[in-house]
């Protein structure tokens, strides 16, 4: 314990530091101490602790407590079975929890083994790592103690802490009284005996190629032999191999390193075999470690004591600042020199150093100086180390050259003018160029190796006037062919060959305007331009005299139009840096983003980035005032962005669904009353949006979102919710998650209420239509009842008064009697002949068309034949079945007969014809003479009465007559809705 606390107050320098991100308590982490970490193999990390179980699902915690079900909320241990269920030990209870399980989400029993701190899974086997031993039990089998771990007979305890089942299929326990392996029924124990500093054993681990455990003294890296399987220490590591402290709790493997968890922090094992310690961010920069885990992103987790968790994300990020020995924060220029090394160099108004790289932090060099002061506008391409071994630094004074290190004095380069040198460039033939930035006194030069002198550019060798403030150069690149590219800092771009410039601002469509930032030639001999408002600008024939400018701007997804600095990675990504982001270009598509941004959130430095730079091994380095950023560039593709569904509320009603999530819940079938849905979702990408599109109501996707939820209120209905990740890059994920369900109509819309519906109304009609037949039938027959009647009745009785005329006239005989006999008799017979027409018009038997036709036929023979009048008759065939309404026959026959009788008494014609006639939904009569026509002004009663019928029937009559040219009467009327 001693040395322990000694260990806490020896003070130590840090090492590079790692982006991360740290939850607490304050973001949903329930316990500051993290003792364990599972992630497992569905993407979901868990911590088990004092206060229950929580589950991270990449975005948000969700914790389950004794409320839940679980025996105790003190969790020591969970494991993943392969089935997909969790072994979990909650103090001495083991459960079992089935996230598809409902209700009784954990199956706990009680084996009476004591606390259970450790559990494995292995081929049917749980392993039991208690207070009080380990333990085993077979499937179906009861729990068995494992021989060779037996109580001490000094009494010190036999808890076991750890249990690791390596890939030869042992079984480690770190334990209080050793570390035990068993494998084929043998085992080994390593404990003070076999020379060991201590016998308390506190984790146990594998890496790739080792076997790795700990004390609270030492960390041990054993060897096992692939053959035989034995096992055996290799190397034993301590403070003085770099570990921040001996008390190591935790080991993983992580982007090809191995890393130790310690009581004072987190360190890496070097290829030199040297552990370096890592700074860790400052909210948990002086807690213990508890605990590793490496989750399905490829972030590295830390449990803390008091801290919470911390996520290191998987992109290969560091960050340098003064901690790991810049002189200054603010980054100018990133470079190698010709040795191969790392250089940096920072600088602000008071302090300028060359800070040299060793692997692990920076050593800085402050250059001499005439006097003193080596401050100068001026960033990217300000020193270099030539090929000779010599230094060119460009300041704010000149431009400084050291023969003999940057310690020696250096000398004003010779024959180049004095101001304020901007930049300084070196061609692979050893030219050195440079560049002067005095508003309206620029200059551009190149020293010839050969004879040391510098020679000054102007307009006669083609470059824009040098007085102009625009054309001062801020950028160099050398292409294969020996052309020199410069871009000009508010100008275009220049390529200098065969000892002329040509300049491309406006002269080519597309060419940079307003400003180049940097210039990159990748690999394929392409040029790639960083330019001030057009985004990056790519040329691929470099000899062209008119080169081609293809662009990648905001409008193709970039970040934005302003570019300070590009970069290239091994596999031929282009990284574009701007303000606090890079956008990472594939060159082989095109122009529009195919990789994803890199801001903060992934580990990058904030603030204005100023330049770029790749190094021999393939690091990625941003600067700016914020410090420095490494990136290691990986080929792995981005992990899918797949979603899952956490819950579904129905009108506030949680309903069942996976703890875990599901992809696809099963299909809902909801009341007409269950209409507001929740639903709640998520990615395990911490930089997802997401867009939802909601069948036969969303035409499109929804726009991308960060929020994580959906409330839809829907009409009764089938939908079907998709919801799909959408990466930084606007990468849409390929199998969206999907909720399905249908809202029951009323009871008024469903099947069975609209055919029992349908039902009744067609019953009701078949009622009702027996109804109507019945009442036709007896209309029908009280008609027959009356024609019967007037024709017996009352036509017989005129028929008695006319005979009895005729006798009354023979008896009396005298002639001053007849004129009155005479009218009583023709009275008799017209009172006769319009009952007759009464009698035709209700006799339901005479209601069909050809009916109407005979009786009207039947009249014109009787009259005009008396006449002598020729006529004829032209109507529908005598099979037309159409059967007309009591008024339309009656009003029919009257307007023939009053037609007729007119032709008869008034016209004088020799010849008549009549026509009847049907379309599709009337009925058209004519009566046509060749009489003398009716006299101008005439308009008998017989006329209106026929007008008056015609509009009864709902129809036109139109009368045509001229004076000696005859008449025609013409009517037509509906076939329905006479009255």
Request: glycine share 10%; proline share 5%; net charge neutral.
């Amino acid at each position: 314990m001693v040395q322990l606390l000694v260990s806490l107050l020896v003070s130590f320098g840090w090492g590079e530091q790692l982006p991360m991100v740290v939850l607490s308590v304050r973001d949903g982490l329930p316990a500051g101490t993290v003792p364990r970490i599972l992630a497992d193999s569905k993407g979901y990390v868990w911590f088990p602790h004092s206060e229950g179980l929580t589950r991270f699902d990449g975005n948000s915690f969700h914790s389950f407590t004794k409320a839940d079900g679980l025996p105790s909320d003190r969790i020591y241990d969970i494991i993943e079975r392969s089935d997909g269920a969790y072994w979990i030990a909650a103090k001495e209870h083991l459960c079992l929890f089935d996230p598809q399980g409902g209700k009784r989400r954990f199956r706990c029993e009680s084996p009476g083994l004591g606390e259970i701190h450790a559990l494995l899974q292995q081929d049917g086997v749980l392993w039991c790592g208690t207070e009080r031993g380990l333990w085993r039990r077979k499937e179906g089998s009861a729990w068995e103690p494992v021989p060779g771990v037996k109580p001490d007979p000094s009494g010190r305890s036999m808890a076991v802490r750890r249990l690791l089942k390596d890939r030869h299929g042992a079984v480690w326990a770190a334990t209080f009284s050793g570390l035990y392996r068993f494998h084929d029924d043998k085992f080994n124990r390593w404990s003070r005996a076999e020379g060991f500093q201590d016998d308390y054993f506190v984790t146990v681990n594998e890496t790739p190629s080792a076997i790795w455990a700990a004390t609270q003294t030492e960390l041990l890296q054993f060897a096992v032999d692939d053959e035989l399987g034995d096992a055996r220490v290799a190397v034993r590591y301590g403070r003085a191999d770099g570990l921040p402290s001996e008390y190591v709790t935790d080991v993983r493997f992580w982007q090809g390193s191995v890393w130790a968890a310690t009581f004072r922090g987190l360190a890496r094992l070097l290829p030199s075999g040297k552990w370096q310690a890592l700074e860790l961010d400052h909210a948990i920069r002086s807690l213990p470690l508890e605990s590793l885990a490496t989750d399905s992103q490829g972030s590295l987790w830390l449990g803390t004591d008091g801290g919470g968790a911390a996520r290191l994300p998987g992109t290969g990020f560091s960050q340098f600042t003064e901690a790991d020995g810049l002189l200054v924060r603010k980054v100018w220029a990133i470079m190698e020199d010709k040795k191969g090394e790392m250089i940096v160099i920072t600088k602000d108004a008071d302090e300028y150093a060359v800070n040299r790289f060793d692997g692990l932090r920076f050593h800085p060099v402050r250059p001499a100086s005439p006097d003193g002061h080596l401050w100068g506008w001026s960033w990217s391409q300000i020193a270099v180390n030539s090929r000779a071994g010599e230094w060119w630094l460009a300041t704010g004074r000149g431009l400084l050259h050291y023969e003999a290190g940057l310690l020696s004095r250096p000398t004003l380069a010779a024959n180049l003018r004095a101001g304020s040198v901007s930049r300084v460039f070196e061609e692979r033939g050893g030219a050195i160029w440079a560049s002067i930035y005095e508003v309206s006194n620029n200059g551009l030069f190149r020293r010839d190796p050969a004879t040391g002198r510098f020679r000054s550019f102007t307009e006669a060798d083609g470059l824009p006037s040098l007085k102009d403030a625009t054309t001062a150069a801020s950028c160099f690149v050398e292409d294969q062919h020996g052309q020199i590219w410069i871009g000009l800092l508010n100008g275009g771009l220049l390529r200098y060959r065969n000892g002329r410039f040509d300049q491309f601002s406006g002269k080519a469509a597309g060419a940079p305007e307003h400003g180049v930032r940097a210039l990159l030639l990748d690999r394929r001999g392409r040029l790639w331009i960083g330019t001030a408002s057009q985004g990056v600008l790519r040329v691929d024939d470099l000899q062209a005299d008119a080169p081609v400018f293809t662009a990648y701007d905001r409008s193709s997804g970039l970040s934005g139009d302003f570019v300070s600095a590009l970069a290239e990675d091994l596999h031929g990504r282009i990284y574009a840096a701007g303000a606090g982001s890079v956008d990472s270009l594939d060159p082989g598509q095109p122009p529009r983003l195919q990789l994803r941004r890199l801001t903060t959130a992934d580990g990058m430095i904030s603030g204005k980035l100023r330049v770029a730079f790749r190094d021999r091994h393939g690091a990625l380095w941003f600067g700016g005032d914020q410090g420095l950023c490494r990136i290691i560039p990986r080929e792995d593709p981005a992990p899918e962005t797949s979603i899952l569904i956490h819950s579904i509320h129905v009108n506030g009603e949680r309903q069942p669904i996976s703890d875990l999530g599901e992809l696809e819940p099963a299909r809902l079938s909801l009341e007409t009353s269950q209409r507001q849905i929740l639903v709640e979702f998520g990615g395990f990408r911490h930089d997802l949006r997401y867009q939802t599109l909601l069948s036969g109501v969303d035409a499109e996707w929804s726009a991308p979102s960060t929020v994580r939820n959906v409330f839809l209120s829907v009409t009764p209905g089938v939908y079907e919710l998709l919801i799909r990740g959408v990466s930084p890059d606007g990468t849409a994920g390929s199998r969206p998650a999907r909720v399905r369900f249908s809202v029951a109509p009323p009871v008024w819309q469903r099947w069975w209420f609209l055919a029992l519906a349908a039902a009744a109304l067609l019953g009701a009609g078949y009622w009702i239509h027996i109804l109507v037949l019945q009442r036709k039938l007896a209309i029908e027959r009280t008609r027959s009842v009356i024609a019967t009647d007037l024709h017996d009745d009352i036509g017989s009785s005129l028929a008695r008064i006319s005979v009895l005329s005729d006798v009354l006239r023979a008896q009396l005989g005298a002639p001053e009697h007849s004129p009155v006999i005479d009218q009583i008799a023709t009275s008799a017979r017209d009172v006769m002949e319009r009952m007759n027409d009464i009698v035709w018009a209700i006799d339901p038997r005479q209601d069909t068309l050809p009916d109407v036709v005979a009786r009207i036929r039947r009249f014109a023979s009787d009259v005009f034949d008396a006449k002598s009048i020729q006529w004829s008759f032209q109507a529908p065939p005598v099979s037309t079945e159409l059967t007309l309404s009591l008024a339309q026959r009656r009003h029919l026959l009257l307007i023939f007969k009053e037609a007729i009788h007119n032709i008869v008494r008034h016209s004088q014609c020799q010849t008549a014809e009549l026509r009847i006639e049907l379309d599709a939904a009337a009925l058209h009569a004519r009566i046509k003479d060749d009489g003398s026509g009716i006299p101008v002004g005439v308009r008998g009663r017989g006329l209106s009465s026929m007008h008056n019928r015609a509009v009864q029937l709902g129809g036109r009559l139109e009368v045509t007559s001229t004076p000696g040219g005859g008449t025609e009467v013409s009517l037509r009327f509906p076939l329905t809705g006479a009255a």
